[in-house]
């Protein structure tokens, strides 16, 4: 069941139209939440996004800029940039374990653990 909302505590509906004059908010009854939907064919509405945020305030307004389809590319550049971030911190790790690895393995052979676990020659893992 939606609700059409025009007129909220904070005059969020009417300020999210400063940003895109289709911009409609309807509450969500039944899932029990907001929805921002454009108009810009009337006859086809669609959800713009989901309000992740509990209520309406100015953080729906910050979400409605950074969201916009202008900024797409810019969007897909800090997710380019975060994954890269990952990546070099995965490979770090690896990094380090295979360092770890190879000292304990250093360790073993110079403490004559090598043949308990028969151990034949010292390798560089990493």
Known sequence: MYEPVKN??????SRLQ????FYLIFNNRKLNRFEVH????PSNASLAFVVPFG?????TLD???STRRER?????????????GVSREKEKTTRE???N???????????GLDTKFNIKEEKKWF
């Open 8 to 13: 909220d505590l904070f005059d969020i509906a």
């Open 18 to 21: 400063t940003i895109d004059k």
């Open 38 to 41: 454009t108009n810009k064919n």
């Open 55 to 59: 209520g309406l305030d100015n953080r």
């Open 63 to 65: 979400y409605a800029k």
């Open 72 to 84: 797409a590319d810019e969007i897909e550049q800090e997710i380019l940039i975060a994954n890269q």
């Open 97 to 99: 374990l295979g360092q």
């Open 101 to 111: 690895l190879t000292e304990m393995l250093s360790f073993a052979m110079r403490n």
